[in-house]
């Protein structure tokens, strides 16, 4: 079912008041939204101004994946109750996105119960309902019949027999989002217990219908969504708006492309070069920041080394987790990574061996020492920053633009391609870093030759 101006009613929906709080996990989930503040540093000041206009729409960019389970509940109790109170006392009416990955890797239970905590703490109430719509159509994700799919090489494949359901830290079996909800909480939910809105529901009942099904639901009770493209999930969004208006609570634990749904934001154009900078271009090179590790972004890697002459520069991870080895290492990639860059564009990238400690605390442990390594090693570059800046994984996304840059507030200009690589344009940074198209390249999206692209068109712009 296709409703006229569906977005606009879901933005009008909640009225003047209404805001809308994306709570992402790393720095990517802002692939399908354009003309939206991002805070890496939760601040209520910050919040205010994020908030000054009627029906706005911000992210705060946690990095809570490569947290420890504990820690990053504890992260999102302190933000949305932070939220909540000030909405609450200024007079707004707050809606929260739990946005994570659209391949369902992310501490699922834990911050949804965090959230759920904070809500019945400010507001009296627990969220009558959770929905889970993980669909992020750009990058062919997709729910139907309660199952969830993930586009691999041009075709379908049941997320649970993908290499995303077999990441170290937040593997998993299920492709059926009920079992999914199910396994992941440990056995605290049936899957005949969480509800489902079916393809059925949405294209044939229509908001009626979804209201129906939603209308009922007490107790922060489950609720699949699916969703084969953005028409599905506007009729999902306008259901619950309505009822949020009447009254009901939801919260959401979305992937990238139901968030622009609920802000009520319409479908931008790719970014052309005079958008990514409008005024002066920026002299000098730019800078490929690797940290990813799946299939795709080694092929995209690969690509892009064959297309540009882009000078690569290794992070070796075993060194960097040797004892008392890593420091000399690091220093050395950094000197490299400022020499380079005063003649050429640079790749600086993590070895492609996936280096394990064993089990998901260790592994994450380890991702965030090299993570951060990776940063260190632009230390050499405050005062003479790049021209342009690609980041690739979320977790790296994150570490590169707070460590590395000192961005505390940037507005998502829009994408490099349609739906997918946004590009930042920093506000609160260091000074050299200030306005400096800061690319979020998500690891698991894309083609073989986007990257290659995505460095054509930076070069093309800067």
């Known amino acids: 079912m296709v409703i006229a101006g569906a977005r606009a009613q879901v933005g009008a929906s909640g009225g003047p008041d209404r805001r809308l ?39 705060v960019l946690t990095n809570s994946r490569s947290l420890d389970p504990r820690t990053a509940a504890q992260m999102n109790t302190d933000i ?24 369902l890797r992310g501490h699922l239970f834990g911050e949804v119960e965090a959230l759920n905590n904070a809500h019945r703490a400010v507001m009296g109430r627990e969220y009558d309902a959770v929905l889970l719509a993980p669909g992020y159509f750009e990058a062919g994700r997709v729910t139907v019949g309660g199952r969830h799919w993930a586009r691999v090489s041009g075709e379908f494949v049941p997320v649970g027999q993908t290499e995303f359901a077999r990441d170290s830290s937040f593997g998993y079996t299920a492709s059926d989002l009920r079992e999914f909800v199910a396994e992941k909480s440990g056995g605290r939910v049936r899957a005949t217990d969480v509800v489902s809105i079916g393809i059925e529901d949405i294209r044939v009942g229509g908001p009626q219908r979804v209201s129906e099904l939603l209308a009922r639901l007490r107790g922060l009770q489950f609720v699949v969504v699916d969703g084969l493209e953005y028409a599905d999930y506007e009729v999902v969004a306008l259901a619950a708006a309505r009822l949020e208006a009447a009254g009901k609570s939801f919260l959401y634990r979305t992937a990238p492309s139901f968030v622009p749904v609920l802000a009520g934001l319409a479908q931008n154009e790719p970014l052309s070069a005079t958008e990514i900078w409008p005024g002066e271009r920026r002299p000098g090179y730019g800078l490929v920041i690797v940290g990813s590790h799946t299939k795709l972004t080694n092929q995209q890697v690969a690509q892009a080394a064959a297309d540009h002459a882009l000078v690569e520069v290794e992070l070796d991870v075993a060194k960097v987790v040797a004892p008392g080895a ?27 061996s996936v280096v394990s400690g064993g089990g998901q605390d260790d592994d994450l442990a380890i991702a965030r020492q090299v993570s951060l390594a990776l940063t260190d090693a632009l230390s050499p570059l405050r005062g003479h920053e790049p021209a ?5 994984g979320g977790i790296t996304s994150h570490d590169v633009a707070v460590r590395g840059f000192g961005i505390r507030r940037a507005v998502v200009i829009g994408q490099l391609a349609r739906g997918i690589i946004s590009v930042f344009r920093p506000v609160t940074a260091h000074a050299g870093a200030v306005g400096m198209p800061y690319v979020v390249f998500a690891g698991n999206v894309g083609t073989e030759e986007s990257l290659s692209q995505a460095v054509k068109q930076l070069e093309a712009a800067a």
């Open 21 to 59: 709080l994306v709570i992402d996990d790393d720095a990517t989930g802002s692939q399908a939204v354009h003309d939206v503040s991002v805070l890496f540093d939760f601040d209520v000041d910050q919040l205010a101004e994020a908030f000054r206009g009627p029906g706005s729409c911000a992210f």
């Open 388 to 392: 342009w800046v690609i980041a690739k």
């Open 326 to 352: 890593g420091s000399a290492h690091v220093q050395a990639v950094a000197d490299r990574v400022a020499s380079a860059l005063a003649t050429s564009n640079v790749l600086l990238m993590s070895s492609r």
């Open 80 to 103: 949305g109750t932070a939220a909540l109170e000030y909405c609450r006392t200024a007079g707004l009416h707050l809606a929260v996105v739990s946005r994570s990955d659209s391949t």
